[in-house]
């Protein structure tokens, strides 16, 4: 997979389908950028690197030397010599500088993947996949760079990271570390990003890209609502089918920038890294950094090809613990249907009612600890309320345990109210800047991770309140975004390291977590889906998508996270109407089949909903049992979106022997005097037949079944019955028969 070839000096990293060459050029060993595309047969085209064009190379051209930094692919590119591009590594000396180039020194070709200490990272074994190790430095700061590219056996992937180590005899400062970075020419690109706000996460925005520097980032503290930590660059004429797309997807969960810069002489840098803005972080001697790791697909088969290629390598090589390949739980959550207002005996008539139903567990949400009657308290005192939870919680989890349910709890452990015994007796425990006014969001503070002693005391509140009774989820929320950086334990030159402190706190508590209870699902959420990124799916194998479960609002949050991210892993729930966000009033049914796209659940108070939608429940129960395999393992196709025709949205699951399929279709509006619409189906296989079944939104069987050609239903279609009347949804079931 990843072999060097000594007389060309370049580097051939090889994936099934792609390729991946790096070069060595010149007595200075610049390191730089020759190809990432299709497969290749040979390790050549060197030429791409352009240093037999003017101004040729430094050594042989001294006299040009900012010219050729400033045209070179590098491969990793350092700030402050002369390439003016956007840098990936910029430092700062003890004696106030900045500036560093790096050379090749050494390499190392191995089996597997080293983990990064510290971090969530993809995976493989010594069958799967082969690392790469380039060894660069800098010999003016004594700076030695690592970058590691992984590439695997059975995905069009490959996996980057950067670690840096000061091999120097003075301390430095990185001001700036990106993880990844691929300098090619520029073409007709379109560049793909995800966008939105609280309760509409991840809308897709493609645009054509231009001069100049065109990025997405968060200096939230998370990897937020806004923006995502992904970008994808695709052909102008790239579709779901067919053309050229380059993604990066960053396996981070706090502040990111994801960047393209096309330049003077159209080479576009494409870049993804840590957010530089007040990122400054201190190597004394003998000390390193390392980088979170990014993952790269290219395909040349379209954004289909994209998201599979994501889809099945984060299954496979992201995804971790017992219910990462399982379906989860039915569960019934108390927010939507109380918020703070509920004590056990509402809570095990919602129990009741929903185990009679089919719903396998119940999640209780915020408002359960110290005195949190309203948002405005509490957060860090974590000890069972048993004014509202009478006899305490292993008294209410066993009532539900004899219902057969689960019992689930919800947690937001990195926040802390200045109203909490907690702040009362620990001021310093929140981030804040001395001497200023905190500034408080939803009326809380967020916790000062980077001290041992927080984590400490806050897990083993966690833990305690997990070991008292027989809970089996937790969902843990973070609601707030990251301001006044300030840690009460840094000393000044630190300072600039607490975002990213912050973050491997986080993730060391998570790690403790789930190694202490292996058993837990863990649903990651951040006040709906601010925290949807493959970091947090390294602990959690699903993630709340967004507080906004309005099945319409929903098609496009869905869309934009299932371009990346596998269906098993989105929270999905059918929640009230009027939805609570939007006030829109969809039917039962359709907000069923939307959230079957999902982890599947619901966010209402079941014993006040008529019983008419409470009749439908056990047919949704039952399609969750019967297709959830399908949408949790299946191949996604994209056959119609809603967000680009406004009119109906309509996707794909296919199982990998192409056996059995699932199409879902949601018409948003009518449309006066239409006809039924044809649609193409994808993914099944030519030469097979397939027995093709009309669903209602409600799983009943529609019309005859038909026996129709792979073929046929993908170049010819099917049709989808007129359906009067808004926001309504049917599905297409089919199954192989020879
Ligand atoms: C935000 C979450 O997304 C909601 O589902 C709910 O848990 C609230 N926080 C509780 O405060």
């Keep these: 997979m990843i072999t060097y070839h000594e007389r060309e000096r370049i580097f051939k990293l090889d994936s099934p389908n792609t390729s991946y060459m790096i070069g060595i050029v010149d007595e200075e060993n610049f390191v730089g950028h020759i190809y990432y595309g299709k497969r290749l047969k040979e390790a050549e085209a060197s030429y791409l690197m352009r240093t037999q064009e003017k101004p040729f190379v430094p050594s042989r051209n001294n006299r040009e030397r900012g010219a050729f930094y400033d045209g070179f692919p590098f491969e990793y590119p350092v700030g402050g010599l002369g390439d003016y591009r956007e840098s990936c590594l910029d430092i700062r000396t003890a004696g106030g500088h900045a500036g560093a180039m790096l050379s090749y020194v050494s390499h190392e070709i191995m089996r597997g993947k080293p983990g990064l200490c510290g ?41 980057r ?46 645009k054509p890209l231009g001069y100049g520097i065109q990025n997405v980032s968060s200096f939230r503290g998370e990897s937020s609502h806004q923006d995502h930590p992904f970008l994808a660059l695709a052909d102008r004429h790239t579709t779901q089918e067919h053309g050229e ?65 994501f889809h099945g390598f984060y299954r496979k090589h992201l995804l971790r613990g017992k219910y990462k390949d399982k379906k989860r739980p039915i569960l019934i959550n108390n927010w939507e249907a109380t918020y703070f207002d509920f004590d056990s005996d509402k809570l095990l008539s919602i129990a009741k009612e929903a185990a009679s139903l089919g719903i396998e567990m119940l999640v209780m949400d915020d408002g359960w600890f110290g005195r949190r009657n309203f948002d405005d308290c509490a957060l860090g005192d974590w000890v069972v309320n048993e004014e509202k939870i009478k006899g305490g919680l292993a008294a209410l989890v066993e009532e539900v345990n004899k219902l057969g349910m689960k019992f689930g709890i919800w947690f937001e452990p990195e926040m802390i109210s200045p109203d909490s015994d907690l702040y009362r007796a620990h001021p310093d425990w929140a981030i804040a800047i001395p001497g200023r ?19 400490d005391h806050i897990y083993a509140m966690v833990s305690a309140v997990l070991k008292s009774a027989n809970v089996e989820y937790v969902k843990w929320d973070m609601n707030r975004q990251l301001s006044d950086m300030g840690s009460a334990a840094l000393p000044p030159d630190r300072q600039g390291e607490l975002y990213h402190r912050y973050v491997l706190a986080l993730y060391e508590m998570q790690n403790r977590l789930t190694t202490d209870f292996p058993d837990l699902l863990l649903e990651n959420c951040s006040g709906g889906g601010a925290r949807f990124d493959p970091g947090m799916l390294y602990y959690s194998p699903q993630i709340w998508c967004s507080d906004d479960a309005d099945a319409i609002e929903r098609l496009k949050i869905q869309e934009g996270t299932a371009l990346i991210y596998p269906l098993s892993t989105m929270g999905a729930h059918v929640s009230d109407c009027p939805n609570h966000i939007v006030g829109r009033t ?78 879902t ?64 949804s049917k599905l297409i079931y089919l199954t192989a028969v020879d």
């Design 119 to 159: 971090l969530p990272a993809t995976f493989g074994t010594e069958e799967e996949c082969e690392t790469l190790k380039l060894v660069c430095e800098d010999c003016y700061v004594g700076m030695r760079v690592e970058l590691l590219y992984t590439v695997f056996s059975d995905s069009d992937v490959i996996t």
């Design 161 to 206: 990271s950067v670690r840096v180590e000061n091999g120097g005899k003075e301390h430095f400062y990185l001001t700036k570390v990106y993880s990844a970075c691929i300098d090619m020419d520029s073409r007709d690109y379109d560049m793909i990003s995800l966008h939105g706000s609280w309760a509409r996460e991840r809308h897709i925005q493609r």
């Design 245 to 309: 797309v380059y993604a990066m997807n960053f396996v981070y969960s706090g502040n990111f920038r994801a960047q393209a810069e096309v330049s003077q002489f159209d080479g576009v840098r494409l870049s993804m890294g840590i957010h530089p803005e007040n990122f400054c972080w201190k190597l004394e001697p003998g000390e390193s950094f390392q980088a979170p790791e990014v993952v790269m697909v290219y395909t040349d088969r379209g954004l289909d090809a994209m998201t599979n290629t």
């Design 437 to 455: 006014p905190g500034t408080q969001i939803r009326q809380q503070y967020v916790l000062d991770l980077s001290r041992k002693e927080v984590v």
């Design 586 to 663: 969809t039917p039962f049914e359709t907000r069923g089949v939307v959230a079957l796209a999902g982890t599947f659940g619901y966010e209402l108070d079941i014993t006040k909903i008529s019983e008419e939608e409470r009749n439908q429940i056990p047919g949704q129960v039952a399609m969750y049992h019967k297709y959830n395999d399908l949408v949790r393992e299946g191949d996604y196709y994209r056959i119609a979106s809603y967000s680009q025709n406004h009119m109906f949205d309509c996707w794909q699951v296919v199982s990998g022997d192409k056996r059995e399929s699932l199409v």
């Design 665 to 728: 279709f949601v018409q948003v509006l009518t449309r006066a005097n239409y006809r039924s619409r044809r649609i193409l189906l994808k993914g099944l296989s030519e030469d097979t037949r397939y027995e093709v079944q009309i669903l209602s939104a409600r799983g009943e069987k529609e019309g005859d079944v038909w026996i129709c050609g792979g073929d046929t239903l993908m170049s010819a279609g099917v049709l989808v019955p007129d359906m009067p009347g808004d926001f309504r």
